[in-house]
């Protein structure tokens, strides 16, 4: 079955930086689109990043636009989400999450297309 592990997270000061890792098995790992998602208390998951299999669809939240880049590498099954500038609002834990799009179709950004998702990673962000 389809597992996706993160790895990564942790507690750092604001202005610091961070690099989350996410290992993909159980599919076919270019043929899927990848996103990160956070979850803080009493909100619902919030889009990051996302890319598709060509690494030229990328999107970003508004929120982490200029902070964070998100990355893929094929050849190990892997995702990344290289976190800069971090702030305390950035605080929850990330969840890493994929899916197999229609064709044509741009990176999506609401966490209800997304079919598989890791356990998450908590990433504190200290003031």
């Known amino acids: 079955q389809v597992q996706l592990v993160e790895s990564g997270g942790g507690l750092v000061q604001a202005g610091g930086s961070l690099r989350l890792s996410c290992v993909a098995s159980g599919l076919i790992f270019n043929r899927h689109i990848f996103g990160w998602f956070r979850q803080a208390a009493e909100i619902e998951r919030e889009f990051e990043a996302g890319?598709?299999?060509?690494?030229?669809?990328?999107r970003y939240g508004d929120s982490v636009t200029g902070r964070f880049t998100i990355s893929r590498d094929d050849a190990k099954n892997s995702v990344y989400l290289q976190m800069n500038n971090l702030k305390p609002e950035d605080t929850g834990v990330y969840y890493c999450?994929?899916?197999?799009?229609?064709?044509?179709?741009?990176?999506?950004?609401?966490?209800?297309?997304?079919?598989?998702w890791g356990q998450g990673t908590q990433v504190t962000v200290s003031s």
């Open positions: 890319i598709n299999w060509n690494r030229g669809g990328v």
């Open positions: 999450a994929a899916y197999r799009p229609a064709w044509g179709r741009p990176v999506a950004t609401k966490s209800n297309e997304y079919v598989s």
